[in-house]
């Protein structure tokens, strides 16, 4: 059986399968910082998603792998600061990965096994309720 991300926020708890033959190396390096406990929020930028800003974690140079800047509906990507300040993106709905200095090609590294309602759930929360605690580990 293979790993699985795994993400707790709120009262959610999603698993997105590890996409490793597709993105390898980005996958080997969140293994060495995970589990972390930080929070999640709202995007400022890219549309209808949440993101974790990992941007005081100290990451190897890792290559783009399995990138896009427009996600599918609860698509995970990582993106090790080419241009901008590290983060996990997690794409609830219509989502443009991008930031104040443009679009954004993240790394593909999994897809959350849940319904659309209920990651569309997640992003209005973090819109008007704001931040939220979260935990994410490899399982």
Do not use: Q
């Amino acid at each position: 059986m293979s790993e699985k991300l795994v993400i707790e926020v709120a009262d959610y708890t999603f698993t997105a399968e590890l996409l490793e033959d597709d993105a390898p190396e980005s996958i080997a390096a969140m293994r060495e910082f995970l589990p972390l406990e930080t929070t999640l929020m709202h995007v400022r930028w890219s549309g209808i998603a949440t993101w974790i800003n990992i941007d005081e974690i100290e990451l190897p140079d890792i290559p783009r792998e399995n990138h896009t800047v427009y996600p599918s509906v609860g698509d995970v990507l990582f993106y090790p600061g080419y241009k901008n300040e590290k983060e996990i993106l997690i794409s609830c709905g219509p989502t443009c990965f991008k930031s104040p200095a443009g679009e954004l090609a993240g790394n593909h590294i999994g897809t959350i096994d849940a319904s659309r309602e209920t990651l569309r759930e997640l992003e209005d929360r973090t819109l008007h309720e704001g931040s939220f605690d979260v935990t994410v580990s490899i399982e």
